[in-house]
Each structure stands twice: as structure tokens, then as C-alpha cells.
């Protein structure tokens, strides 16, 4: 891109200077005059020279900003899928951690997991979706069968 400017530039300035050579042009009676249809001065020819060099360039740079912001996109693309790929890892080793602690009867720990996997639920794919929610099943099964610590510490009362 600097290669076209650099071109453009010393074109516009070979052109202006080239007018500074020429005669003016003369009449019928010798003396300077303008015909009705004068070919373009060389100062309009670089105008429109450099006009076109400067729409050339705004297309080559237009190109190279979407290429830029293809790129990021895919970037960001890119990363994004490794992103939820590691949540989806992560997902799966708390779901096993939950199932886990579920098997060893401490339904504390795993509702400890549990409250994580709800926050990322919505962002995890349907299947570990439908596992959570029969892990939270479950749990709620599990602590319904759990006596109170209130009720186990106190004897009951007789009369």
C-alpha cells in the first residue's frame, strides 16, 4: 500500500512539474488565448490521477481492514470454542465429584458442587443439562431421607 502512494506521489509530481516546462499555448494572432475545447492541462490530469490513486488505495486498505476483522473473528471464534470445550471438561469433573459425593452419603459436598453446575448449566450442552438435573434429583431425594441435626441431637421427649 505505501508502494501505491509512493507511486501516486511522484506521478502528481512529475505531472505539475512537466507543466511548469510548457509554452503557453498562443492564438491565431500570436498571443496567448484558451480554445473553446482545450484538452485537459496536465494539472487536471493529475488531479484525476491522484483521485484515483487515492480511491485505489481506500479499496486496498477497505480489503486489508475485512481481512483483519475476518481474522479476529475467526480468533475469537477459535477461542470461544476452546472456552467452552474447558467448561464442558470442568462441568464433567464436577458432575462427577457430585456423583461422587452422593455415593459416600454427604449430601453437604455435593450440594456444594451442585450450586456450581446450576451457574454454568445454561451454557453446557443439553445432555450434561439433563445430568445435572438428575444429580439435583437425587440430591433432594437424598436429603429428604437425611434426619435433621436438630432432630438427631435431641432426644425425644417422654412423659
Not at 49 to 60: C, P, R, S
Amino acid at each position: 500500500m505505501n508502494r501505491a502512494i509512493r507511486f501516486s506521489l511522484a506521478a502528481v509530481a512529475l505531472m505539475l512539474g512537466a507543466c511548469d516546462q510548457g509554452a503557453p499555448p498562443s492564438g491565431p494572432s500570436g498571443t496567448t488565448g484558451t480554445a473553446t475545447q482545450a484538452p485537459p492541462s496536465l494539472i487536471d490530469r493529475a488531479m484525476v490521477f491522484a483521485k484515483d490513486a487515492t480511491k485505489t488505495i481506500t479499496e486496498q486498505a477497505t480489503g486489508a481492514t475485512a481481512d483483519q476483522v475476518r481474522a479476529l473473528a475467526d480468533s475469537a471464534g477459535i477461542r470461544g470454542t476452546a472456552l467452552a470445550e474447558a467448561t464442558t471438561a470442568q462441568a464433567q469433573e464436577l458432575i462427577d465429584q457430585a456423583k461422587s459425593f452422593i455415593a459416600k452419603d454427604r449430601p453437604d459436598l455435593a450440594a456444594g458442587v451442585m450450586d456450581k453446575l446450576r451457574l454454568v448449566k445454561a451454557a453446557l450442552p443439553e445432555s450434561l443439562g439433563a445430568e445435572i438435573d438428575r444429580l439435583d434429583a437425587m440430591l433432594k431425594g437424598l436429603a429428604k431421607q437425611q434426619p435433621t441435626a436438630s432432630a438427631a441431637a435431641t432426644p425425644p421427649a417422654s412423659r
